[in-house]
């Protein structure tokens, strides 16, 4: 039997670092961006994903930076957290 809240993911590159996210719902629907904590995943929003584009919902969870292969820092130097998330592509939403 097939999971219920699988849903699809892609990879999308922002300033370089190539991030996979997770979506669900249709493309027209009102956007929802799901954000996870440490030390959970974009897996932690499968439920709600199912849930939210159920309801007509556009949602998003994408592995924070450090969590996506491509989106790793080279090394302890390389990790601040002054820096900025980018907004998530309108591709996306």
Known sequence: MADPTAVPNTVIEVNGLRFTVDTAGPAEGPAVLLLHGFPQTRHTWRAE???L???????????Q????????????????????APAPPQSLL
Request: aromatic share 6%.
């Open 53 to 63: 584009a159920a309801a007509g919902y556009r949602a998003c969870a994408p592995d």
């Open 49 to 51: 994903l199912t849930a």
């Open 65 to 84: 930076r450090g969590y996506s292969a491509g989106a790793r820092p080279d090394g302890i130097d390389n990790i601040s957290s002054t820096q900025q």
